[in-house]
């Protein structure tokens, strides 16, 4: 990695961090309302495994599900706006290797998520009780899954070339996959074409994985959880430098 690598890459994170209170303060506001609205609610009234709080279980989801929003918001709202500004072909100018320019994007969307994992869970520890089973899974699943939504997010933004398109992307597929993760509910609460469909969502391993760090319970096993997540990430990455090496609507 040389300086090119690096320049992009501290472009990237300028960016959103130029713009905190909309990319940091912004998602905390409405992941506590959420946190809120659901915890208080539903807290006293729902039991999802024995011995853990409706907050307990709630918490983590809330936090990933911040975390694979804001990664893909990230990436994919970069590449986009180049394009449409036209600054893209000072970037692709440069000498940078497609791995270069595809690592860049995608770990300041990683930073940018686990940022906003932080500040969400640091806050939500001053209200609700949390506890925390093992360090390493919760590690793991944040690096595992922030690096999936930020390689989707830049697959996304070769592939959109004007911000409807890539509010297509928004609004029919990340709402979609996180908002059915299981990040609210437990998969087992499901009916069984759901709990089905369910499996297919590679956002509910993500969030089931990285709940299993803190209350150490889970619908699936965390090893499972692990293949699928890190085996969907490097398809991901493997298609979107398969296609940033190609040029397709990259290159003109």
């Known amino acids: 990695m040389g300086v090119g690598f690096a ?4 472009k990237e994170v300028l960016r959103f961090w ?11 506001v409405s992941t506590l309302l959420y946190l809120v609205v659901f915890a208080q609610v539903l807290g006293q009234r729902i039991s999802v495994y024995p011995g853990v709080g409706y907050a307990e279980f709630l918490v983590p989801g809330l936090v990933m599900m911040a975390m694979l929003q804001n990664a893909f918001a990230n990436s994919s709202s970069s590449l986009v706006q180049s394009k449409i500004t036209g600054n893209l072909v000072f970037v692709l100018l440069a000498p940078l290797s497609e791995m270069e320019f595809f690592l860049a994007y995608v770990l300041a969307a990683m930073l940018r998520g686990l940022l906003v994992g932080s500040v969400v869970l640091i806050t939500a520890g001053f209200f609700f009780p949390l506890q925390i089973h093992s360090l390493l899974w919760i590690l793991v699943f944040c690096l595992l899954a922030t690096g999936l939504s930020g390689a ?19 609004n029919f597929l990340i709402l979609p996959l996180t908002f059915l993760s299981g990040a609210f509910y437990s998969l087992h609460s499901l009916p069984p074409l759901w709990h089905f469909i369910s499996r297919f969502n590679p956002f509910f391993y993500a969030i089931d994985g990285f709940r299993y760090g803190f209350i150490g319970a889970s619908d699936v ?10 085996s969907t990430c490097l398809a991901l990455s493997w298609v979107t430098l398969a296609l940033l090496r190609s040029g397709w609507r990259v290159r003109p």
Do not use: R
């Not at 320049?7 to 501290?10: E, I, P, V």
């Not at 130029?18 to 905390?28: E, G, H």
């Not at 989707?152 to 928004?170: I, N, R, S, Y």
């Open 18 to 28: 130029k713009v905190s209170f909309q990319t940091l303060l912004a998602p905390l």
């Open 221 to 230: 096993s965390p090893w499972e959880s692990l293949l699928i997540v890190g």
């Open 7 to 10: 320049t992009l890459f501290g």
């Open 152 to 170: 989707l997010g830049v697959l996304a933004g070769v592939w959109a070339e004007k911000f409807d398109q890539m509010a297509a992307w928004q």
